[in-house]
């Protein structure tokens, strides 16, 4: 096989500013003044003694010169909407922004910068936390065993622990080499739908994927005693220099994913093959807050933006309510809330039951799996027989909702500030909106109410190109209306949220960034952007030396 890869508030009626080139752009010439007008250098200020005018055709003069820019002025009013304050703000320095998980964030800045409970955490719910914790920590056991709350693993699985995947709560990485484990990454699998009752409950969302009749829609590539592996995964690595204008050439590095030693038989030519490594676990809670309003009004701004910019959200089945919902999870956006994302991954990757997911993850053609122990426990009730119960289920899902943010670091910084201006010139925030005030729900998510967060999401999907894109088994790409998550095609990834990602390789140094774990530095993960954010990795492909220095230090301090 050859696969080249090459988480509301009311608008501000007075201001919809636009961020553009070295300005700031504004739709209400009702409160522009002329002083704030020469300060942002929209244009040449000249006295005059009709200020209304020249403010109608300042305006005027914006908004078509915005059209033609990064960022148009009708998506600019969606994520100053969202942030409830004007873009000069959120491309400023704003001390508010320090604390990008709001009132639940820590100032940490070690090893455990992931793994520490929402600041505002209240003495009677941290316990919970930290039960939750140690049934994320500690290794799940092959049943029988003694410790009946934790066996049960596999008969096919990925990892024992869901530490493994996401060491110190971080991110993951692939395998450096075909001799490496592949811990925190693994394989998703699809076909292409082949009848046309397959096509219509793939438009529907009724059904996540077409899986593989022997390899399902996950690659397991562990089994206990007795029980095969699907395959082993192994990656090879290719240089790809790419050249700024000023002649500086930032190798990258392009994965080739092999799959060997498959285990039930062949695998079809056809079969979409989709590496992914663990996504960091901080500020799940507050993204899950973001109501789904919120998500959905970006996809229709998008969609007007000039800049071919047009991101979709995903909808999924949510398989607790049987209804279809948003989908906000993963890597495509195909899971609809943390409990259910959580025992997705027990099922899919170490092999664990649930109220939510049942059944084993085994195929029927897989007999040594099906035939195999469980550690299935009686819960009461009238409730199936699980290896996960719900007790222990809601005490993950709790941990999962409340590991903390770290707060931004040097914020006020001139390097830093430079290169946020930068990131705002480029349109970066077209795609990654930087700020949302949520809502207090009728739900216990205490710590996450009214929150005001930073996480630089719009939670959409984006065609991010040729070079991100899944192939499949035989290393070609899929044609892009063959869908592998959902809505969500091979080409198709959800904008991760960047609070944080500056301090990922502190957590782990071994931690890498994008789907498959292919860029080492944050600069290599920019240079990979195709498709619809190509016109933003050209920009960043002019940044002279200085420039490249001031958007590290913009991304380092999230």
Not at 90 to 101: H, N, R, V, Y
Not at 176 to 182: G, K, P, T, V
Not at 325 to 349: C, H, M, P, V, Y
Not at 450 to 462: A, F, K, S
Request: glycine fraction near 6%; charged fraction near 20%; include cysteine.
């Amino acid at each position: 096989m050859h696969i080249q890869k090459a988480f509301k508030a009311k608008p501000r009626p007075a201001i919809y500013s636009s961020f553009i080139s070295k300005s700031i752009t504004t739709s209400a010439p009702s409160t522009l003044s002329l002083a704030l007008v020469c300060a942002l250098s929209i244009s040449a200020c000249q006295p005059t003694t009709d200020v209304a005018n020249d403010s109608a055709e300042n305006n005027r003069k914006i908004q078509e010169h915005s059209q033609s820019q990064a960022l148009t002025l009708e998506r600019a009013q969606t994520i100053e909407a969202l942030a409830g304050v004007p873009m000069q703000q959120l491309a400023s320095f704003d001390m508010q922004e320090i604390k990008q998980g709001g009132d639940t964030g820590i100032s940490i800045t070690s090893s455990e910068s992931y793994s520490k409970p929402s600041s505002n955490i209240t003495a009677s719910r941290k316990g919970n936390f930290f039960i939750g914790n140690a049934f994320f920590r500690q290794p799940w056991v092959i049943a029988p065993a003694s410790t009946d709350s934790r066996d049960g693993l596999g008969a096919l699985f990925n990892v024992a622990a869901c530490q493994s995947c996401h060491v110190k709560d971080g991110r993951g990485h692939a395998p450096m080499s075909a001799d490496d484990d592949a811990d925190s990454l693994l394989v998703r699998l699809a076909m292409p739908a082949t009848t046309d009752e397959q096509r219509k409950q793939l438009k529907s969302s009724l059904i996540e994927k077409v899986a593989h009749p022997m390899y399902g829609g996950q690659l397991q590539d562990r089994g206990i005693q007795g029980v095969p592996a699907e395959a082993r995964i192994a990656v090879k690595w290719t240089d790809k220099p790419v050249t700024f204008a000023d002649g500086y050439v930032e190798t990258l590095r392009a994965p080739t994913f092999n799959l060997t030693n498959p285990g039930y038989g062949a695998f079809d030519e056809a079969l979409m093959v989709s590496p992914r490594v663990a996504l960091p676990m901080i500020g799940l809670g507050l993204l899950e807050q973001i109501p789904d309003a919120d998500i959905k009004k970006q996809a229709v701004s998008n969609h007007k933006n000039s800049n071919d910019i047009t991101g979709k959200f995903n909808v999924a089945m949510d398989p607790q309510t049987g209804k279809i919902a948003l989908g906000r999870f993963g890597w495509k956006a195909g899971q609809t809330e943390l409990i259910t994302q959580n025992q997705s991954a027990f099922n899919e990757d170490m092999g664990l039951t649930s109220n939510i997911r049942p059944h084993e993850s085994c195929m029927p053609t897989q007999t040594a799996c099906k035939n195999a122990i469980t550690g299935a426990d009686e819960q009461g009730n009238g409730k199936s027989l699980v290896e996960v119960s719900d007790e222990v289920a809601k005490f993950v899902e709790f941990y999962t909702r409340n590991l903390a943010v770290p707060h931004r670091r040097n914020a006020d910084d001139k390097l830093v500030l430079a290169g946020k201006k930068r990131f705002y010139d480029m349109g970066c925030q077209s795609c990654h909106t930087p700020r949302y005030q949520l809502p207090k729900t009728a739900d216990d998510h205490l710590e996450q109410h009214g929150q005001v967060i930073y996480p630089y999401t719009d939670m959409l999907l984006h065609d991010m190109g040729d070079d991100l894109a899944d192939r499949t088994i035989a290393g070609k790409l899929p044609a892009k209306e063959l869908q592998v998550e959902f809505l969500a095609n091979s080409y198709e990834w959800r904008t991760p949220a960047l609070w944080g990602i500056g301090l990922a390789q502190t957590v782990d140094s071994q931690a890498t960034f994008l789907h498959d774990g292919r860029a080492r530095t944050l600069m290599e993960a920019v240079l990979w952007h195709g498709g619809e954010a190509k016109k933003q990795q050209q920009r960043v492909l002019k940044l002279d030396k200085q420039g490249r220095a001031e958007l590290n230090a913009f991304l380092q301090s999230l």
